[in-house]
């Protein structure tokens, strides 16, 4: 397996798939200054169609520019070892679950997501295709995240929520009401700050 994306997200993904029993075969960067990361090597060619991938990049436009270089059945999901997952929730290829962190029952997360760090998915929700869920985040049961959206350290969201594609929420925000496409959100309560 390659990942590409030799940052320190590369770093915490590459612990994952070593933690899971995975071999690395090498990093994937354009960077062509970086040699190696976290002692394994970097390249920066493309890899052969038959390699499964995963793409360590939080940026999650990035993340999808990306996705596009490769076949779809190259990429895997990676899980930790140290994560609770519902057995009826339903993860998408490319997407990656850090330590620390609980999916909830029928919970649907779409293709090259990321639920970072001790982030709480409750029951129910639906996270479209390249949302990144960070560190401590908290969503209550019933919310759903569109394409894109990024929502920041230690954001709590209640319960039924619907947040649009390619939103921003800013860290700690406490969001009560639904959010537009394409918004900024930023405190408690969240209040949009910018509109896409």
Known sequence: MYLYGAS????????IAIGNGTEIHGFIDQDTAIKECIGISVSHILP????????SIGNNKVREKISQLF???QFVTLIHPKSIISKSAKLGMGTVVMGGAAINADTEIGEHCIINTNASVDHDCI???FVHISPNVALAGNVSVGKGTHIGIGTSVIPGI????????????VI?????????VIG????????G
């Open 162 to 173: 619907k947040i649009g594609k390619w939103c921003v929420i800013g860290a700690g925000s």
């Open 176 to 184: 009560i009401k639904d959010i537009p496409d394409g918004a900024t």
């Open 8 to 15: 320190g997200h590369g770093k915490v993904v590459a612990e």
């Open 188 to 195: 408690n309560p969240g209040k949009i700050i910018k509109r």
């Open 71 to 73: 076949h779809k059945d």
């Open 127 to 129: 996270l479209e295709d």
């Open 48 to 55: 052969s169609e038959t390699e499964k991938i995963v793409i």
